[in-house]
């Protein structure tokens, strides 16, 4: 189901919602007055945003399919709506991000990501090489680096040189800040020594805004931060502004995809480390093979390999009764090539408990 605002009354909860009305609303044909101009009444969005989600609960519409039928539109109308679905996603995953950082760190809770982090910073220490692709729209993996200094002591490969936006409190396009050059260098990585290398091959809750010949970053892994910089309104995303684009993509084939090389870039980098990994670690698994574009990276790594990998699997059998469980390990199976070790099989969860695990299958402890 569409993931929509927290109850609170926030700066980005309603302008989420007014995202997301105008992207269902345009989706759907419903009707209702035009979300895309400069003031909208409160009332407006409520009524709007509750109308497109009355429709996706009654016909079980997948995120997925709202991406689908926008991108079958006419460019002209679908363009905006798809893009404001996509900054729809980028304003839950920041909302996710904020509460990460709202607990109360002075007392020790278990937490996967920290204990993620430490272990790279393990295997980083034993001279291994390590990749991390990262499917998820969010940046809580990143920040758990720079806010836990004393588990981890290396920095992010992101592949390319980063420009960051500045902040703006004026309210200025976003396109005029490039324009202006009002960039702020990201946060300094260049004193660690080990470096592990990030990949995002759907892109995160930054912004990537493209000027004549570069591409320009505001938030998420980017700069390590997270916060991001998005639209004022709707009517400054048009068919033709690069400046506004959100670098989320959705797991589905999109004509909007190659429209950047940021995209073929990272796409790159992921069939690379499929090809030149010898210990693949899977954690979590929801695609079961509705992201079709990447099955020809997996079909091409799998005969470029001179061996198989190690595959060691980190998941939770949501129902044992439907088979969920064994349908991971079938697809993961067909994915890699490979067959999946009792040892290398962990279905309680991604936990503290199941990254230790994982350190002791590689390190011997």
């Known amino acids: 189901m569409l993931a929509h605002a927290s109850e609170r009354q926030d700066r980005y909860g309603q302008k989420q919602r007014l995202f997301l009305a105008c992207a269902l609303q345009k989706a759907y044909g419903l009707p209702g007055p035009d979300l895309t101009g400069g003031r909208i009444r409160d009332e407006d969005i409520a009524q709007q945003f509750d109308a497109g989600q009355q429709h996706v609960k009654k016909h079980l519409t997948s995120l997925t399919a709202v991406f689908e039928r926008l991108e079958n539109q006419d460019k002209e109308e679908g363009t905006r709506p798809y893009w404001a679905l996509t900054h729809a996603i980028a304003f839950f995953m920041l909302e996710m991000c904020l509460l990460v950082d709202k607990r109360n760190v002075e007392i020790p809770v278990p937490v996967p990501h920290a204990s993620l982090i430490r272990l790279i910073d393990r295997l980083l ?8 692709v990262d499917f998820n729209y969010d940046c809580v993996l990143e920040t758990e680096t720079w806010e836990r200094p004393s588990i981890a002591h290396f920095g992010w490969d992101c592949g390319r ?17 490039v324009k202006r050059k009002r960039f ?26 493209r000027g004549s010949k570069e591409v320009y970053y505001r938030g998420g892994r980017h700069s390590h931060t997270t916060s991001a910089i998005f639209p004022a309104r709707l009517a400054d995303i048009s068919d033709d502004d690069w400046f506004v684009r959100s670098s989320i993509l959705p797991p589905s084939r999109s ?18 480390s499929l090809v030149g990994s010898d210990i693949i670690i899977v954690i979590g698994w929801s695609g079961m ?7 020809p990276i997996f079909e091409r790594a799998r005969r470029t390999r001179s061996s198989r990998p190690r595959l060691v699997v980190i998941n939770k059998a949501l129902d044992d009764q439907r088979g969920h469980g064994e349908c991971v390990v079938r697809r993961l199976s067909e994915l890699f090539d490979v067959t999946i070790e009792p040892d290398d099989l962990l ?16 390190l011997g402890k």
């Open 125 to 132: 220490s034993h001279r291994y090489e390590v990749a991390v």
């Open 184 to 209: 702020q260098p990201p946060l300094d990585a260049g004193s660690f020594q080990a470096r592990a290398e990030l990949i995002k091959p759907h892109g995160d809750m930054c912004t990537f805004l």
């Open 161 to 177: 040189e980063r420009h960051v936006i500045a902040r703006d409190s004026e309210g200025t396009p976003l396109s005029e800040l």
């Open 255 to 272: 004509r909007y995809r190659h429209r950047a090389a940021f995209y073929e870039q990272e796409a790159s980098r992921f069939e690379n």
């Open 347 to 362: 279905m309680d969860g991604f936990t503290e408990v199941s990254v230790r695990t994982v350190e002791g299958l590689l």
């Open 289 to 295: 093979g509705a992201d079709d574009y990447y099955e």
